[in-house]
């Protein structure tokens, strides 16, 4: 915009450089920052149908929602700050005082702690269920205040695998809304939507931001769940930046050819890790031998990068050692980024309504994007820090709880 000489240089200053459009074309959105939007005629300022204010988004944001809605089969996907926000404001949005909520056991624990917390101040009860309930069994739980099942499949930590076409279908003809914490599958590997789920919820976060910088969430839905997420996000006030919208979208272009890598090696080191002594387990679906199996074959078409192992008893000493002397595996929470990740999962494991039952520690693996060789020779290394073994079946770490 060109300014007239006439006016002071302090109003030059604050006026100065605002875009009139124009923009050249990029393989990318333009990253449009800003809260307030200039209206072009004082009739728009009410006018419902036209963006007036930033808060919902602009042009990068807006690019970022189209491309989620295709990926996930949405009539419309909304955008949060994190992937926990999409859980908390989903479950805030479906449902009202005197509801209750059928939740799988086996959800990530800050969706209990959100239940158990803010929703059960306001009125809004949960009951957990077994993570490997049939329909016929959760259908038996369903009472006259029951308003929303919430699956996550495959479960946190221990990959429990729902029957979801049919907990969903079920569902509807009970008149009960149905959402899936869906980030394993990074809107790829399954699609919640196409087998009757009424919401959709990604941690992108995890695959789609991909590279463990950047923390964001969306839910998708269509017909009327999506209106109700549609208002409850206007009336709450979610809000992304354009800069974290530009990087979800980056990582976009890169999610299916980084998830083909993660699961290819994630299936061969599940291989190679039921072949260790020190193993007594390995939870990974792909495996013909894990109980999932049949469903995920089903269901999935294919693994990402996330398996659990149990050891065959083994002291925390031990534990804490083999962990420490790990090289490529970051002890961290969180997965989804290029690069390897442990954790020992015992305290999470704690929260669980109905006990997982095993014989040593837990540790959920996350494999990245190096090297599938590198990987395992740095899990045999530490493997070897076990010994021979010792008799504690405890939690691994002392610290409890989750980030
Ligand atoms: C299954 C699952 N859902 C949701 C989240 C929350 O995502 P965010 O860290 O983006 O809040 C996580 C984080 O670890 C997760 O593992």
């Not at 944001?61 to 859980?87: F, H, K, M, N």
């Not at 291989?271 to 089903?298: F, I, K, Y």
């Not at 996330?306 to 050891?311: G, H, N, Q, R, T």
Request: proline share 5%; hydrophobic share 45%; with cysteine.
């Amino acid at each position: 915009m060109t300014l007239s000489p006439d006016l002071n240089e302090t109003t030059r200053m604050v006026h100065g450089g605002a875009c009139d459009g124009g923009l050249v074309r990029t393989p990318g959105p333009p990253v449009q920052r800003g809260s307030t939007i200039l209206l072009k005629h004082s009739r728009h300022i009410y006018d419902k149908s036209l963006v007036t204010y930033g808060r919902g988004g602009l042009a990068t944001q807006a690019t970022l929602r189209a491309a989620l809605e295709d990926l996930e089969r949405a009539d419309q996907v909304q955008l949060y700050p994190s992937g926990l926000a999409a859980i908390t404001g989903t479950i805030q949005a479906l449902t009202r005082s005197g509801d209750e909520v059928l939740v799988a056991d086996s959800v990530y624990n800050p969706t209990r702690r959100f239940l158990e917390g803010t929703m059960r101040r306001f009125g809004v009860t949960a009951r957990y269920f077994h993570p490997a309930s049939d329909a016929d069994a959760v259908a038996a739980l369903i009472t006259p205040a029951t308003r929303l099942i919430y699956l996550e499949s495959p479960g946190s930590l221990t990959l429990d695998i729902q029957d979801v076409p049919a907990i969903a279908a079920m569902a509807r003809t009970r008149g009960v809304l149905t959402a899936i914490d869906n980030t394993y599958a990074a809107g790829v590997l399954f699609k919640p939507l196409d087998h009757g789920v009424d919401v959709s919820i990604q941690s992108l976060t995890k695959y789609v931001c991909g590279h463990s910088d950047v923390f964001m969430g969306m839910a998708a839905a269509r017909g009327e769940a999506a209106a109700m997420l549609a208002e409850s996000s206007h009336e709450v006030g979610w809000a992304v930046s354009p800069d974290d919208a530009y990087m979800a979208l980056r990582g976009l272009r890169t999610l299916h050819m980084r998830l083909a890598q993660h699961g290819a090696a994630t299936l061969r080191i599940a291989h190679w890790l039921t072949a260790q002594a020190e193993v007594g387990a390995v939870l990974c679906p792909a495996l013909p031998s894990d109980p999932n199996h049949a469903l995920w074959s089903r269901d999935f078409t294919g693994l990402c990068g996330v398996i659990s192992i149990i050891l065959d008893g083994a002291s925390d000493a031990a534990v804490n050692e083999m962990l420490d002397s790990l090289q490529l595996f970051g002890l961290g929470y969180s997965w989804g980024g290029f690069e390897s990740l442990v954790i020992p999962c015992d305290p999470q494991l704690a929260a669980r309504r109905f006990p997982v039952v095993k014989a040593g520690p837990m540790l959920r693996l996350h494999i990245g994007l190096e090297d599938p060789d590198d990987l395992i020779r740095d899990l045999r290394q530490a493997l070897d820090r076990l010994g021979s073994g010792a008799t504690s079946r405890g939690p691994v770490l002392a610290a409890a709880g989750s980030h």
